[in-house]
Each structure stands twice: as C-alpha cells, then as structure tokens.
C-alpha cells in the first residue's frame, strides 16, 4: 500500500525543529556513531536536536505515534556504548541547556538536561555552594547524561553519587506523557519513581528538568599525594584510612603506568614517575577538622610504608595535582589510538589481591593494564590502550577484559560502578544477577516504557525478558524514521 | 516464616487462593498506612539475625525481621553504626523500617533508607525471589529495584534480606557539618500513596499480579 504522498518522519522532524537540526547524511552522522567508549560504532537512522522543551515534546509525540525508536543523548562521554543509536534515531539534548532556577534559600537548582556539569558549578561558585557529584568528564558531561547513569566521581566518596543529590525530575515518557517525579522540597511519596529514573540508562524516557541538591562548600579542604614504592602499600594504606573512621573527600589511586602516562603529558602533575603507586587523598570540612584528619591520614599512610606524604600548600598546587587525576584517561590517550576504560567495583578489603589479579591477566594476554580509580569506594578502571586496527589486539583486549570483571564478580563485587551497563556490559548481566532479577529490571522497564522504544537493547538482555518474548506478535515491530508513513 | 524459600511458597500459595496477605515485622506499629484488606498476616519476625558483617568493607547484611536494637548493638562493638534512627520503638525491624523509608534526626547529614541500602532479596507477588544490588558501596548494574522497593509498604513485593552501609563513630561532625540538607521534617517516612498513578498501577500489576500483598495500605489520591 503506497500512498501518493508520503510523509517521512524526518520531514516532519524538520517541521519541528528547523532544517538545520535534523542531520541525515553518513558523513554527519558519523561524530554520532560512538560515545566515549571505542570500539563500537552505530549509525543512527537519523539524528534529531529539539531546541526547546516543547519541541522536544512534539518530538517524542511524533516518534510515538509513528512507533519510532530512539535514544536520548547528552555529550555522549558515557564509557558503556549507553547513547549508541543502532539505526534509530538519536535524540541530542545538548541545546537545552537552560538554567532555569538557583535557589540557595532553598539550596536546589533546576536545570535542563543539557547543562554540563562543570557549566553549573561555575554558576553556582559565586554563592559558596555546588553540586556535588564531580565525574572526571565533569567539563564536558551533561547533568541529564549524569542521572541517567547515575554518575559518580573523585568526591562521591564523601558526598555521594548522582542519587544522592537529586530532589526532582519531569520525565518525557516514551509515549509523550509528561510526568513530575520527586519532590523539590524533599518529601517522599509514593513510590520512589525519581530513584528508579537516576541510573535508567535512557531506557525510562526523557529527562527535560532535573532539580538537584546544592551543598555548601566546606571552610577548608587539604589534599596531600603519598607515595609507595611497592602496590600492596598503597591499597593497605586506604583500607587503614577507610577502617578509622575519616571519610575523606577524595581518596584516589594511581599506578605507575598511570603516573609515567601523566608525567610524560601535557598535564604533569609533579608526580614522582618511579612510585609503583600513589594515592591522592583530600579531606574537608572545618579548619581543624581538616588538619586533624589529615595528620591520621598521614600517619596512616606513612605507617603503611609511603616513602613521603606531602601536602599541597597552596590553591594552585592542590588544583596542580587534581589535574593529573582528572586528564589521566586523556593522557592515556596519547599511548596508542584507542583506550579503553573499564569499571568494576569490588569490596575494598580485596584491592591488594584483585590488583595482583589485574597485573596478572594483563601479563598473560601480553598487555599493560594502567590503574587509576576511587580506592575509597572500592571502584576500579582498569584501563588498556590498545591499536583497534590490529585485530590480535582487539581480541586479547576483549578476552583480559571479560577475565578482569569475571575476576571482579568473583571477589563479591559488580560490573560497573559508574559507568553502567550500556552496550557494553550487557554479557555480564546474567553472570551477576539470576533470571528472576532481571526478569523484574524488565517489568521495571516495561512500567516506564512498555515497547522498548527508548534507547532499545540496552542495560537488560532482551532475552531476560519474559513479558517482551511472550508476545512479541502483540507489538507492531518498532519502526525505523526513514519508513514512509 | 522463616527463609526465602518458606516466604516464597506463602506467596505463591495465597497468590494461587486470591488470598490477601497482611506484611508485618515485628507489628510495633501497626496503624501505619491505610488499614490493610486482609485477614492473613505473613509475619517477618523470626526472620532474623545478622547473615554477614564485613567491618573493614564497612557493609553489613541482615534479615528482614532483625531489630533495630541488634543491629545497633551489634555494630556498636566495632564502634560503627548504620545511619536508620526512625522513631519509634527500637525493637521494630529493619524490614518494616526500609519498607516505609522511615527515617529520624540522622537523615539531615546521612540521607534517609533509600542512601543506605547497597543490596537486598525480595520476593515478588508471583513468588519470584530476587537479589538486586550486591555488598559494594558503588554500584550501577542494571535498573534500580533497590529504590524501587524502599518506601514501598511492602506492596511490591516482601524484603526478607538487606545489605547496609555501615559508618564509623569515629567520624568527625565538624568535618560533614556543612553537608547538612534541608529535610521537609525532622522525621518521618515515605507517604503511601498512589502518585503517578499510570506507571505507579503498571508497577503493581507486575510485582503484585494477584494483589495479594498490603492491599489497601497505598492510599490512591488521583
Ligand atoms: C574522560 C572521561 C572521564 C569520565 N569520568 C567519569 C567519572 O569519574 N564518573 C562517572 O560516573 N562517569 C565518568 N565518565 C563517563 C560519562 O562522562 C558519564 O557517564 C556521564 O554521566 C555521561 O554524560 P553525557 O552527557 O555524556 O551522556 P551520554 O554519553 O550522552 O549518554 C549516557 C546515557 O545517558 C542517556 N541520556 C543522556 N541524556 C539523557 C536525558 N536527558 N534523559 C534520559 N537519558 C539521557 C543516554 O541515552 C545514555 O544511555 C567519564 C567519561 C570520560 C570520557
């Protein structure tokens, strides 16, 4: 059945948000075939950016009545492959980037989901407080992106993650309905939809506002690198810090691949390249507090065998030693053509040993694992550059990697600490997590979301899916934009 | 009741009679919520005791009926505690407390029950057990059942096992003093009530297919 004039999607698309914002061309497309994670590349049916709120409704209502798939995106620095659209259309959010409201009487602010992290917390620095949750992609990640995974960071060792600093949401469901969730005052009712949404991967719908919690910035803040010479050093050093009781801001760890990396970089630090390990650890609050928990970790430190721990004494050298750590998946960057980033979280009494593990398997498949992660909360990246033009390579990079998280599964902990599942992950889903529990993830979903039109395939392998393969013949098959309606 | 498999065959066999299920802990507070439809009371209480505690990871797992006092106290010898101080009687239950997210003066600083839980088993209304969340502090695998549940009422399925984040006492407050947020009042819980009533009803027919678990206690207000 032709019909004489046929309207596509993408024209009406256009009607909507102007020529310019609707892209179709392979050649344009491509800056949209990957996030910040290499090794996978999906072409998008078409790519679509709204730059208003109401035209990003008219847009989801539009796909909804024609049965069109997609997948929200914000910067695409997510490291899972969360934001790939596999020949559906990608819905960018980067234009709505509104601030719409600060309120520091209240100590929340609402933004749209285009706002970069970075962007809002130079807003806010004026007034004393932040936002807390601090990715190490904060200059570049949106605050949509950050809910989506859930986001964490160097400082959500004291602060907490993404969740934790969430009051509120309206959330563009899949089918065009628009829905408050949360509470901007902090009252709790029903049931928790706005926690269930932080961490949805895009699966869950839109997210066009997102109200968050700001925090005062605390008084003092001292940040110190210690220094070991042997690994086991450094993680017996955090596991003595974390079981005394300090929290502090930051506790992060960095091999000596990862130092050399750095040092060899634009970005050097000032680290000492012949440390098998260092730690950057930060604490704050009051003056003295800040003083008094910084000698326990000093002393901790030292009494775990790091050769020095210095303070930095300055604004400017404390900012010089964070910028090592936050550059360093750059710096990586430079080794070979591509890296890859991985996340993993175990118990943090098991660092010494997973550690060895890591070195181990990296050894066997012929390949240098580079460590830098948030010791603190036991999360780990492993990291490996690698040449994805040589398909040797390629594979031994596959097969260290799957060995590293099934290593990490074993030890009693989870696939990704931060990162999500994405794409990426999807395989390991079933090694953690039995079918009846991802069976209740897809009725979760499918509350949200019931014809896995938002970011479709993701987080949840479709084949734990029971409702969704007991009655695929219910469900018209999702279309794609380039279909004539 | 006692263990997941016994809670299970409950479930599934008032599912399969269409009998209306009643979730109780340690029933020191039973007027809360709407008054419940049903006549059978499926009794959390000697469901107890703590299954794992890991100090230096700084987590601890626990069943559904154990008391607030035991956790306390158990804790307290390694001088750690978990941040739930919702009034109340000390001997309710760490299940009835992460049901409702009941929450006292602790929640200004550390957040209420939906910060604390790292991991937890379930079971659904169709009898399925489930083990969302794990023993790590960070954790972003798959969607998030953990929240799902917490302030639930136990209408979406019965909590029979929790992993918590445990803190130190050590702790200094002049270090966390400026993180205190704005709590709507000193303490509380999760209000049960039916908001977002589409996906919230989409929600219960899923995990509760026979409506067999707190009917009633979820006041609609759309
Ligand atoms: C160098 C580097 C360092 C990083 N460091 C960290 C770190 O320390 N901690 C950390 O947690 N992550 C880190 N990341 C990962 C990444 O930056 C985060 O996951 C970030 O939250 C993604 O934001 P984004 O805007 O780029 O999202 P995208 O990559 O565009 O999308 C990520 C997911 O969010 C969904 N999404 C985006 N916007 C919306 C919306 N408005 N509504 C609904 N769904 C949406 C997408 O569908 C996708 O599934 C790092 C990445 C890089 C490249």
Redesign the interface.
Known sequence: MTEPAATSVAEELRAIVGDRFVLERDAVLLAYQSDGLPGYHKRPSLAVFPGSRDETIEVVRLLATTGTSFVPRGAGTGLSGGALADDVVLLGLHRLKAVLDVDIARMRATVEPGVVNAALNKRLARHGVFYAPDPSSEAACTIGGNVAENAGGPHCLKYGVTLNHILAATVLLPDGEVMEIGDRDGGMAGYDLLGAFIGSEGCFGVALDITVRLTRRPAAVRTALADFAHVADATRATSAIIASGVVPAALEFMDNGTIRVVEESIFAAGYPIDAAAILLIEVDGSEESSDAEMEVVRSLCMESGARTVRVATNEAERMRLWQGRKKAFGAMGRLAPNLVVQDAVIPRTQLTDILAQIHAIGDSHGLTVCNVFHAGDGNLHPNISYDAGDPDQVERVHDAMSAIMQACITAGGSITGEHGVGLDKLPYMTKLFDEPTLAAMCDLRNAFDPDHRSNPGKVVPVHSCREWLAAPAARAPARRATDAR | MHGDTEVAAAIREAGAAGIPLRIVGRGTWLNAGASVAAETTLSLRDDAGIRAY??????VTARAGTTLRELTETLARR?QWVALDPEGDPDGTLGATVAT?SYGAAAALF??P??QVLGMTVV?GNG?????G????????????I??M???WGT?GVITEITLRV??????G???????????ASH????P????A???N??RQ??DPFGILNPGI?RDVE
Request: charged share 30%; net charge positive.
């Open positions: 890991a100090p230096d990871d700084l987590t001088d997210c957040g209420t939906r910060d659904l399925d057990i489930i083990r969302p794990g023993k790590v502090v960070k954790n972003v695998a798959g969607f998030d059942l929240r799902l917490i302030g639930a979406l803190r130190s006492r050590a702790m200094r002049d270090s966390i003093a400026h993180m205190r947020r704005q709590m709507p509380g819980y999760r209000e009530v039916i908001v977002n589409k996906i919230s989409a929600l899923r995990f979820m």
